[in-house]
């Protein structure tokens, strides 16, 4: 299976957003539930400007792709920041959280290597 897609190829997808995630947005573009693809599995996120993606773990390893904006990443307590252009890998089961600390908002892909986001565990 090949596919092409892009944020406008999902603009009827509504956002997801939960109160444990304050500012924080997502939509699905790779994953099995939408696609039918599998091995891996990838979002878009935009966290706006004081929003944060808190402190989360999960068992399987993660990459953020940053593609606008800056903010602050908690890596397992370490804090370091990030901005347009970095990428990041956050192995299984460590602590992660993203925060935006800038003016714009702030954007990213994730990879989890899983056929589905529905079958990443959340754990805090
Ligand atoms: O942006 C979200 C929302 C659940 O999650 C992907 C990023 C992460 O670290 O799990
Ligand atoms: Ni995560």
């Known amino acids: 299976m090949i596919f092409v897609k892009n944020l406008k190829s999902v603009s ?7 109160d444990k995630y304050p500012g924080v947005r997502w939509k699905f573009l ?10 891996l599995s990838l979002g878009y996120a935009e966290i706006a400007p004081g929003g944060d993606l808190t402190l989360h773990y999960h068992s399987p390893d993660e990459i953020y792709v940053i593609t606008n904006g800056e903010g602050i990443l908690n890596k397992s307590g370490d804090l370091e920041k990030i ?3 970095d990428v990041v890998y956050i192995g299984g089961n460590e602590k992660h959280a993203l925060k935006n600390n800038g003016k714009e908002t702030l954007e990213f892909y994730w990879i989890f290597p899983t056929d589905r986001f529905s079958e990443v565990k959340y754990l805090s």
Not at 12 to 18: R, V
Not at 30 to 39: A, L, P, Q, R, Y
């Open 30 to 39: 790779i994953d099995k539930d939408f696609d039918g693809s599998s091995g």
């Open 12 to 18: 009827d997808q509504d956002w997801t957003t939960t």
């Open 83 to 85: 901005k347009k252009g």
